[in-house]
């Protein structure tokens, strides 16, 4: 695949570099933010050399796969962003499509770091259990404290990337957000008798929190604008960012920060309760619509909830082993179409496709081979309900927030419950095993 040439292809097609006011990746995909969604040809773009397919909602979305890197590298080489562009504004957006386009914005740029961080700890941990590694060593230590610090300090990586969103100052965003981890706060509120202009403050721990960086950042964004409007232009430098901290910090503790701490605890006791009385048949159901929310690029709205659930509980029980099943239910369709299929080009899609599921990444054999042939969508469904219910059944708990696969199923090594991790074994052969039947049974390939 020539990327210089695919790279210069997308970017003509979405209507050139005046036509983009945000450009970003996620692990299969390139996202855009457009002024007109009229001047991207999309029919020019699914042509492109390594396109597997288009999503349009509040972003387009172009599925790359695996070459993701590679193409949004050379992009950026050739793609110069303006402050003018920036402040456009496009087509009038719904107020939910606007929603969900800040939720991944702010989510999606975190994957990275916790799934890194958060697959290190499940390695050591198995590394502990096996006896390679002594918990009381140094180096256990020093590594195990990579992925302690990465959720210590997600409200510092959630205020940039919140900034990054909003286009605000992000390192005063990141000093907004540190204020409420500074040792000396923290031992201040845990007195209980902090008291601001009259009120007091409520004693909470912003350490893992997702939710209050959001409202205190987005407040001082909204502080940092209207004070750039009316301040001299000669101590712009110093008195914005000095009044917005002054203003947001306080608001922050006394209302922002309580609001995003409720906003959390309430997203995880609504999720907690609904899998408690739908029980394995929530995360079956889960599954089996997954397919289809990915091809609609809606599976991204369940960040919040999954990272919330991790920093505060350490455990994630519905989105990512429901994930698990359809990953593996991919994997093992594309397995039975390259088993069965005649057409060289096609087997060794299908191939490909599959080992890419395989490791956790199901863009290139959702829009490569199951959504091409209705047949293979049917076997990846039924699977999908199936091995999603055995694992709801088993109340599979992941500890990572990574797409589930073969190099990263230590991401259910529970060190306070060994038989989880078998729990994700048997969930993972029996997707594998129950779509690669299903498949072969299914689907036939059709005469050219």
Request: hydrophobic share 50%.
């Amino acid at each position: 695949m020539d990327y210089k040439k695919s790279a210069g292809l997308i970017l003509e097609y979405m209507g050139g570099e005046k036509n983009i006011t945000n450009f970003e990746h996620c692990s299969t995909r390139l996202r855009f933010n457009v002024v007109d969604k009229s001047k991207v040809n999309t029919d020019a773009l699914k042509k492109v050399e390594g396109v597997m397919g288009l999503v349009i909602n509040a972003q387009i979305q172009i599925i790359i796969g695996n070459n993701v890197i590679e193409v949004y590298d050379e992009i950026m080489k050739i793609y110069t962003p303006t402050k003018e562009i920036e402040n456009i504004v496009g087509e009038k957006k719904k107020v939910t499509t606007l929603i969900l386009e800040y939720i991944v914005g702010i989510f999606q740029p975190l994957v990275p770091a916790m799934a890194g961080a958060g697959v290190l700890k499940s390695l050591l941990i198995l590394f502990s259990t096996m006896k390679i590694l002594d918990t009381t060593s140094d180096i256990y230590k020093i590594l195990m404290s990579i992925s302690d610090a990465t959720f210590y300090f997600l409200p510092l990586m959630v205020a940039i990337t919140t900034a990054t969103k909003l286009n605000t100052n992000k390192l005063v965003a990141l000093v907004a957000g540190a204020v409420y981890l500074f040792p000396s706060n923290i031992a201040l509120l845990s007195k209980g008798e902090v008291v601001l202009f009259g009120l007091n403050v409520k004693n909470i721990s912003y350490v893992s929190q997702v939710f209050p960086p959001i409202l205190i950042v987005l407040f001082l964004g909204i502080l940092e604008k209207y004070l750039n409007k009316i301040s001299p232009k000669a101590i712009r430098v110093f008195f914005v960012p000095m009044v917005s901290l002054m203003i947001a910090v306080p608001i922050g503790y006394l209302f922002l920060g309580p609001l995003g701490f409720t906003m959390g605890e309430y997203l995880t006791v609504v999720i907690l309760f609904l899998y408690e009385k739908l029980g394995f048949i929530g995360v079956a159901i889960l599954a089996g619509i997954l397919p289809f929310m990915i091809a609609a690029g809606m599976h991204k709205a369940l960040s919040p909830y999954a990272i919330s659930s991790l920093s505060k509980l350490g455990i994630e029980t519905l989105y990512l082993p429901a994930s698990l099943a359809h990953n593996m239910s991919q994997s093992g369709a594309c397995f039975a179409v390259a088993v069965r299929a005649k057409d060289k080009q096609l087997k060794s899609a299908a191939l490909s496709a599959g080992i890419s599921a395989l490791m956790g990444i199901t863009e290139p054999a959702l829009y490569g081979v199951t959504l091409l042939h209705k047949r293979v969508l049917y076997g990846v469904v039924a699977s999908c309900v199936l091995a999603g219910g055995v694992t709801g059944f088993f109340g599979l708990k992941a500890l990572v927030p990574v797409g589930p696969g073969l190099a990263n199923l230590t991401m259910f090594l529970d060190p306070n419950d060994s038989k989880n991790i078998i729990y994700g074994i048997i969930g993972f052969g029996l997707s594998l095993v129950l779509s690669f039947i299903f498949t072969i049974i299914l689907w036939k390939e059709e005469k050219k």
